[in-house]
């Protein structure tokens, strides 16, 4: 089993740029999670996704943040403009539907703006 | 969504047990106790989760008091690997179903 795959592992833009980072879940895993992680600190939900449908972007700064999964398997986030505050650990999870199950996480991409 | 307490750091010696607290005083019927660890620049990653009953696997063991407002985490011989930060999480069964993180325990393994 490949695992999440996100890329790229690393990004440093300048401010006001836009960015994109890439997510493939585990296969069959309908439950995908866009997390971000500021340093120091615990993992913050950004979007969950159950197959292709947001189902809670409550927490997904809509102005400068937009996500998408397409088809149900893959899924982009995407930052324009960026600003020096996003930078930090940007997490990808899947989870099979259902809490009885755990979640497994990418290795992450970390941004850093400058 | 129920709190987590666990303390910010802990230590202990290789190949020795170790005890990791949990208290969540206000959980719920409906909430699972999972727990994550973070190595250093990696994602999160599973290691447990129960319900009621104490729960076995090949990383951990998860004790779940009577009540259910605290439970621990037990590491049976600590390995200079298993140093990570380690997260409590109540998990519902129905809703939302997400994982929020609180600041979780730092947990330093002496050779």
């Known amino acids: 089993e490949a695992g999440v795959v996100q890329s790229p592992r690393y990004k440093i833009i300048e401010k006001k740029q836009p960015v994109a980072f890439w997510c493939n879940p585990i296969?069959?895993?309908?439950?995908l999670y866009w997390y971000r992680q500021n340093l120091g600190q615990g993992p913050e939900l950004l979007i969950r996704y159950e197959n292709e449908e947001a189902v809670d972007d409550s927490q997904l700064p809509k102005d400068r943040f937009s996500a998408e999964r397409l088809k149900g398997v893959d899924s982009t986030l995407k930052i324009q403009p960026a600003e020096l505050g996003d930078s930090a650990v940007y997490l990808c999870?899947?989870?099979?539907?259902?809490?009885?199950?755990?979640?497994?996480f990418g290795s992450g991409t970390r941004l850093t703006v400058v | 969504d129920a709190k987590t307490t666990q303390p910010n750091s802990m230590e202990s010696n290789e190949e020795e047990p170790v005890h990791l607290p949990c208290n969540h005083s206000t959980i719920s019927g409906t909430d699972y106790i999972h727990w994550y660890r973070q190595l250093p620049s990696q994602g999160p990653e599973y290691v447990i989760h129960g319900l009621t009953s104490n729960v076995n696997n090949r990383m951990a063991s998860l004790a779940i008091a009577e009540d259910r407002k605290s439970s621990t985490l037990i590491l049976h011989r600590a390995t200079l690997r298993d140093a990570a930060v380690y997260y409590c999480?109540?998990?519902?069964?129905?809703?939302?179903?997400?994982?929020?993180f609180g600041q979780g325990t730092r947990l330093t393994i002496n050779p």
């Open positions: 999480i109540l998990r519902q069964i129905q809703g939302a179903q997400k994982l929020v």
């Open positions: 296969s069959g895993h309908n439950t």
């Open positions: 999870a899947s989870s099979p539907q259902g809490s009885s199950y755990g979640y497994t």
